[in-house]
């Protein structure tokens, strides 16, 4: 695909076009008829995504204009607010370690200073839309084993039902 082409860095994009490349992405993600997120939950289903406008705000609006990234993605009525976040927040240096193991390839962002530089604006973006309404974010470490990690996701999830 497209994004993955650019993410291996085999196509060169400038954080803008990456920007709008994502919401299209994003966009078709929500309303696609077959398989977007609207149609999945009028079908009843729970539906969980692995990337959302976060991730937007934190990479590409660290490379080029925030709000513009920001409103972008907040402001499309096609994009909706999900009913939580749940964010596992990993080192750089713990991160770099899991990729060496899990992969023989990188993406572009994972260098440590990449990472250093991502998740800080991840923590500057959970901090900044943490009054936006409908907002629920949930950080939790994923630092430790499977089970220790799937433990602390389990009682995010438990108290948001509970919500």
Not at 97 to 111: H, N
Request: aromatic share 8%; charged share 30%; with cysteine.
């Amino acid at each position: 695909t497209l994004i993955g082409d650019v993410l291996l860095g085999k196509i060169e994009m400038s954080a803008s076009g990456m920007a709008a490349l994502f919401l299209s992405d994003r966009v078709l993600h929500n309303t696609d008829k077959s398989f977007g997120i609207k149609k999945m939950l009028d079908e009843g289903y729970c539906v969980v995504c692995d990337r959302y406008y976060y991730s937007s705000l934190a990479y590409q609006g660290s490379q080029t204009d925030f709000e513009w990234v920001k409103h972008m993605n907040l402001d499309c009525p096609e994009i909706r607010t999900p009913d939580a976040c749940i964010f596992l927040d990993l080192t750089p240096d713990e991160s770099l370690e899991r990729i060496s193991k899990g992969r023989a390839t990188t993406e572009i962002y994972e260098t440590k200073e990449k990472l250093t530089a991502v998740r800080n604006k991840f923590l500057s973006v959970f901090d900044e839309l943490k009054d936006r309404e409908g907002e629920d974010i949930r950080i939790i470490s994923a630092f430790g084993d499977v089970e220790t990690v799937a433990a602390r996701i389990q009682n995010a999830v438990d108290e948001i039902i509970k919500i």
